[in-house]
Protein backbone atom coordinates (compact mmCIF):
# COMPACT_ATOMS: atom_id res chain seq x y z
CA UNK A 1 0.00 0.00 0.00
CA UNK A 2 0.71 3.37 -0.40
CA UNK A 3 3.53 5.07 2.75
CA UNK A 4 3.03 8.73 1.25
CA UNK A 5 -0.53 10.01 0.84
CA UNK A 6 -1.04 13.29 -1.32
CA UNK A 7 -4.22 14.88 -2.11
CA UNK A 8 -6.22 16.28 -3.83
CA UNK A 9 -4.93 14.31 -6.92
CA UNK A 10 -6.77 16.91 -9.15
CA UNK A 11 -7.79 20.74 -9.16
CA UNK A 12 -8.80 23.31 -11.32
CA UNK A 13 -8.72 26.97 -10.15
CA UNK A 14 -9.25 30.36 -11.22
CA UNK A 15 -6.07 32.58 -11.92
CA UNK A 16 -5.39 34.53 -8.57
CA UNK A 17 -6.57 32.13 -6.67
CA UNK A 18 -4.61 29.86 -4.22
CA UNK A 19 -4.38 26.27 -3.61
CA UNK A 20 -3.16 24.29 -0.97
CA UNK A 21 -1.75 20.36 -1.50
CA UNK A 22 -1.18 18.16 1.48
CA UNK A 23 1.58 15.36 1.57
CA UNK A 24 1.41 12.51 4.32
CA UNK A 25 3.61 10.62 5.47
CA UNK A 26 1.99 7.15 6.48
CA UNK A 27 3.29 4.79 9.23
CA UNK A 28 6.76 6.26 9.13
CA UNK A 29 7.71 10.21 10.23
CA UNK A 30 9.29 12.24 7.85
CA UNK A 31 11.70 14.68 9.10
CA UNK A 32 12.04 15.98 5.06
CA UNK A 33 10.07 16.15 2.04
CA UNK A 34 10.80 17.17 -1.11
CA UNK A 35 8.35 18.69 -3.56
CA UNK A 36 9.06 18.37 -7.44
CA UNK A 37 6.43 19.11 -10.26
CA UNK A 38 6.67 18.42 -13.63
CA UNK A 39 5.53 19.68 -16.92
CA UNK A 40 4.84 17.25 -19.78
CA UNK A 41 7.34 15.79 -21.48
CA UNK A 42 9.76 17.06 -18.82
CA UNK A 43 11.07 15.52 -16.12
CA UNK A 44 10.69 15.83 -12.55
CA UNK A 45 11.81 19.09 -11.00
CA UNK A 46 12.98 19.61 -7.55
CA UNK A 47 11.62 22.53 -6.21
CA UNK A 48 12.09 22.88 -2.67
CA UNK A 49 13.06 20.68 0.51
CA UNK A 50 10.85 20.71 3.43
CA UNK A 51 12.19 20.60 7.19
CA UNK A 52 10.25 19.61 9.79
CA UNK A 53 10.05 22.54 12.46
CA UNK A 54 12.78 24.61 10.54
CA UNK A 55 12.00 27.04 6.72
CA UNK A 56 12.06 25.15 3.35
CA UNK A 57 15.18 24.97 1.25
CA UNK A 58 14.14 26.42 -1.98
CA UNK A 59 15.64 25.24 -5.31
CA UNK A 60 17.13 28.19 -6.93
CA UNK A 61 14.83 30.30 -9.48
CA UNK A 62 12.13 28.71 -7.00
CA UNK A 63 9.89 31.60 -5.75
CA UNK A 64 9.57 31.00 -1.89
CA UNK A 65 6.54 33.80 -1.85
CA UNK A 66 4.84 31.86 -4.53
CA UNK A 67 5.47 28.65 -3.32
CA UNK A 68 4.50 28.67 0.60
CA UNK A 69 5.71 25.22 2.48
CA UNK A 70 4.44 24.37 5.80
CA UNK A 71 6.01 21.06 7.94
CA UNK A 72 4.32 21.29 10.48
CA UNK A 73 4.46 17.98 12.04
CA UNK A 74 6.35 14.81 11.28
CA UNK A 75 3.89 13.37 8.99
CA UNK A 76 2.61 16.23 6.86
CA UNK A 77 4.12 18.61 4.80
CA UNK A 78 2.22 21.10 2.72
CA UNK A 79 3.07 23.21 -0.21
CA UNK A 80 0.21 26.45 -1.27
CA UNK A 81 0.68 27.74 -4.90
CA UNK A 82 -0.37 31.27 -4.07
CA UNK A 83 -2.39 33.33 -6.77
CA UNK A 84 -1.60 30.99 -9.12
CA UNK A 85 -1.54 31.33 -12.69
CA UNK A 86 -2.14 29.17 -15.67
CA UNK A 87 1.64 28.91 -16.18
CA UNK A 88 1.60 27.05 -12.76
CA UNK A 89 -0.54 24.73 -14.31
CA UNK A 90 1.59 21.74 -13.62
CA UNK A 91 2.00 18.20 -12.25
CA UNK A 92 3.34 18.44 -8.38
CA UNK A 93 4.45 15.52 -6.55
CA UNK A 94 5.71 14.84 -3.32
CA UNK A 95 8.25 12.47 -1.87
CA UNK A 96 9.52 11.36 1.31
CA UNK A 97 13.01 9.74 1.98
CA UNK A 98 12.82 6.56 3.91
CA UNK A 99 15.43 3.65 5.20
CA UNK A 100 18.58 3.91 7.11
CA UNK A 101 20.38 6.02 5.99
CA UNK A 102 16.76 8.04 3.53
CA UNK A 103 18.43 6.39 0.75
CA UNK A 104 14.63 5.45 -0.49
CA UNK A 105 12.50 7.46 -2.13
CA UNK A 106 8.91 6.83 -1.61
CA UNK A 107 6.24 9.42 -3.78
CA UNK A 108 2.94 10.77 -3.42
CA UNK A 109 0.00 10.04 -6.41
CA UNK A 110 0.81 13.40 -7.18
CA UNK A 111 -1.64 16.58 -7.77
CA UNK A 112 -2.51 17.51 -11.54
CA UNK A 113 -2.74 21.41 -11.09
CA UNK A 114 -4.51 23.46 -14.14
CA UNK A 115 -5.01 27.09 -13.64
CA UNK A 116 -7.69 28.69 -16.06
CA UNK B 1 24.71 22.71 -16.12
CA UNK B 2 22.11 19.89 -14.99
CA UNK B 3 22.65 17.59 -11.77
CA UNK B 4 21.65 14.64 -14.42
CA UNK B 5 21.66 14.27 -18.04
CA UNK B 6 19.60 11.28 -19.86
CA UNK B 7 19.19 11.12 -23.78
CA UNK B 8 15.42 11.66 -23.91
CA UNK B 9 14.97 9.04 -26.46
CA UNK B 10 12.33 7.35 -27.50
CA UNK B 11 13.77 4.39 -28.13
CA UNK B 12 11.67 2.10 -30.04
CA UNK B 13 12.52 -1.93 -29.88
CA UNK B 14 10.67 -5.00 -30.72
CA UNK B 15 9.63 -7.15 -28.20
CA UNK B 16 12.88 -9.27 -27.05
CA UNK B 17 15.20 -6.68 -27.97
CA UNK B 18 18.32 -5.37 -25.75
CA UNK B 19 18.16 -1.39 -25.12
CA UNK B 20 20.60 0.17 -22.69
CA UNK B 21 20.63 3.58 -21.36
CA UNK B 22 22.79 5.95 -20.21
CA UNK B 23 22.79 9.23 -17.93
CA UNK B 24 25.57 10.97 -16.42
CA UNK B 25 25.86 13.33 -13.40
CA UNK B 26 28.15 16.23 -12.75
CA UNK B 27 28.19 15.79 -9.03
CA UNK B 28 31.82 13.91 -8.01
CA UNK B 29 30.50 13.16 -4.66
CA UNK B 30 26.74 11.68 -5.31
CA UNK B 31 26.76 9.73 -2.72
CA UNK B 32 23.59 6.85 -4.16
CA UNK B 33 22.28 6.46 -8.14
CA UNK B 34 18.83 4.30 -8.85
CA UNK B 35 16.90 4.00 -11.65
CA UNK B 36 13.14 4.82 -11.27
CA UNK B 37 10.55 3.99 -13.88
CA UNK B 38 7.65 6.42 -14.68
CA UNK B 39 4.42 5.64 -16.83
CA UNK B 40 2.44 9.07 -17.92
CA UNK B 41 1.03 11.10 -15.28
CA UNK B 42 1.58 8.77 -12.57
CA UNK B 43 4.92 8.44 -9.56
CA UNK B 44 7.85 7.23 -10.52
CA UNK B 45 8.30 4.15 -8.96
CA UNK B 46 11.99 2.40 -7.75
CA UNK B 47 13.32 -0.03 -10.13
CA UNK B 48 16.52 -0.59 -8.73
CA UNK B 49 19.55 0.65 -6.90
CA UNK B 50 22.60 1.06 -8.52
CA UNK B 51 26.02 -0.48 -7.08
CA UNK B 52 29.78 0.25 -7.60
CA UNK B 53 30.01 -3.29 -8.22
CA UNK B 54 27.10 -3.51 -10.63
CA UNK B 55 24.11 -5.14 -9.83
CA UNK B 56 21.57 -7.66 -11.67
CA UNK B 57 18.00 -8.23 -11.46
CA UNK B 58 15.95 -10.45 -13.38
CA UNK B 59 15.97 -8.78 -16.82
CA UNK B 60 17.26 -5.69 -15.69
CA UNK B 61 21.23 -4.68 -15.33
CA UNK B 62 22.75 -1.50 -14.11
CA UNK B 63 26.26 -0.22 -13.66
CA UNK B 64 27.97 2.42 -12.08
CA UNK B 65 30.83 4.30 -13.47
CA UNK B 66 32.34 6.64 -11.22
CA UNK B 67 35.55 7.59 -12.82
CA UNK B 68 33.00 8.69 -15.92
CA UNK B 69 30.47 9.88 -13.36
CA UNK B 70 27.79 7.85 -15.52
CA UNK B 71 25.39 4.71 -14.86
CA UNK B 72 23.35 2.52 -16.85
CA UNK B 73 21.02 0.34 -17.42
CA UNK B 74 20.46 -2.69 -19.64
CA UNK B 75 17.40 -4.22 -20.42
CA UNK B 76 17.46 -7.44 -21.64
CA UNK B 77 14.23 -9.72 -23.64
CA UNK B 78 11.99 -6.38 -24.10
CA UNK B 79 8.65 -6.86 -23.18
CA UNK B 80 5.79 -4.65 -24.13
CA UNK B 81 4.83 -3.56 -20.29
CA UNK B 82 8.18 -1.93 -20.35
CA UNK B 83 7.31 0.60 -22.07
CA UNK B 84 7.75 4.09 -19.90
CA UNK B 85 9.83 6.24 -18.82
CA UNK B 86 13.05 5.55 -16.83
CA UNK B 87 14.55 8.22 -14.76
CA UNK B 88 18.47 8.25 -13.88
CA UNK B 89 18.22 9.28 -9.89
CA UNK B 90 21.24 10.77 -7.92
CA UNK B 91 21.44 11.59 -4.29
CA UNK B 92 23.95 14.56 -3.92
CA UNK B 93 24.28 17.26 -1.42
CA UNK B 94 24.39 18.44 1.85
CA UNK B 95 20.56 17.36 2.32
CA UNK B 96 20.43 14.10 0.45
CA UNK B 97 18.44 15.70 -1.92
CA UNK B 98 17.37 13.07 -4.94
CA UNK B 99 18.02 14.65 -8.08
CA UNK B 100 15.86 13.35 -11.69
CA UNK B 101 17.25 13.26 -15.09
CA UNK B 102 15.02 13.91 -17.84
CA UNK B 103 14.07 10.12 -18.19
CA UNK B 104 14.12 7.99 -21.58
CA UNK B 105 11.10 7.01 -23.00
CA UNK B 106 10.61 3.77 -23.98
CA UNK B 107 8.09 2.16 -26.47
CA UNK B 108 8.98 -1.61 -26.84
CA UNK B 109 6.25 -2.70 -29.86
CA UNK B 110 4.70 -6.27 -30.80
Known amino acids: GAVVSQHPSRVICKSGTSVKIECRSLDFQATTMFWYRQFPKQSLMLMAT?????????EQGVEKDKFLINHASLTLSTLTVTSAHPEDSSFYICSAPMGVSNEKLFFGSGTQLSVL | RKEVEQDPGPFNVPEGATVAFNCTYSNSASQSFFWYRQDCRKEPKLLMSVYSSGNEDGRFTAQLNRASQYISLLIRDSKLSDSATYLC???????????FGSGTKLNVKP
Open chain 2, 89 to 99: VVIAGNFNKFY
Open chain 1, 50 to 58: SNEGSKATY
